[in-house]
């Protein structure tokens, strides 16, 4: 026998006891490798808060104010809860929207309102915007709502105290600075005139928050005739953030507004 043939014997041999075995087989004996995690130096991982349980008590106490009914000479329908304008975040929901997260300026004008509500004071500190959202639309609503931001969602630390904010020399004939016109646990609604409407006005809506017990207790004893409501005065608390951000919407004569615009919202204290 040649070389050449001993050498290509054994080949030919070792290919066809190869093919010999079913892929199964051969697929049974493969080793599955999980990658290897990596690392990378510089920044701790974010870690999100657990939301804490909404206390079910409160020492606090509340008073009411007479509430006007709305156009018309009507109170809100359907209740409350269910209104589009009353309840907007939950009701008509909201989407994310990617665009500054921090103040603008929108069209400054010499005679920009100074009562009007500065958002500063809900929480008592600078603000971080986390998420932008806009607001969903109602029935009624024009296919495109002004201004391309409704909802900003400001960091928070839970436990932290909401507080209503103030606007300018405004109080009302009753001696307060806004009432409620809603509230849930997690949700509230405030007006800055004694009407029980979202037209003329401000109002400012907090979502994902936990509402004082006391005051969502004495909302629920007045919601359904609506001819008082709670009221309250500025930096008082309503709440306590419930995780690590709140959701913020302010309205002026039912237009949802713009709150990153710093000459409207963000004017006091000064400077931010």
Known sequence: MHLDEIIIIPIILMLAFSFAVPMDDKKENLAIVSPTPTTTGGTAPLITPTPINCPATSTRSYTICQAYPGPGGFHPTPP??????INPITIRGYTLFSATKGFINLNPQPDDDPNAPQ???????????????????????????PYEVHIVELAANPNDPIRVPEAGSSVLPCGKDVIVLFADQNN?????????TVTGGYTLHISDICVDPELLKLYQQNSQTRN????????????????NEIKVAIRDSGTFMDPRSKKDWWQRPSPL
């Open 80 to 85: 409350a809860a269910q209104n589009y304008d």
């Open 119 to 145: 958002l500063y004071y809900i929480l008592n500190k600078n603000p971080v915007f986390n998420n932008l959202y806009k607001i969903g639309r109602a029935p009624w609503d024009p296919p495109t709502l």
């Open 188 to 196: 509230i609604t405030l007006k800055y005139t004694q009407d029980d």
């Open 228 to 243: 008082f409501l709670p009221a309250l005065q500025r930096n008082d608390i309503l709440g306590i953030a419930k995780t």
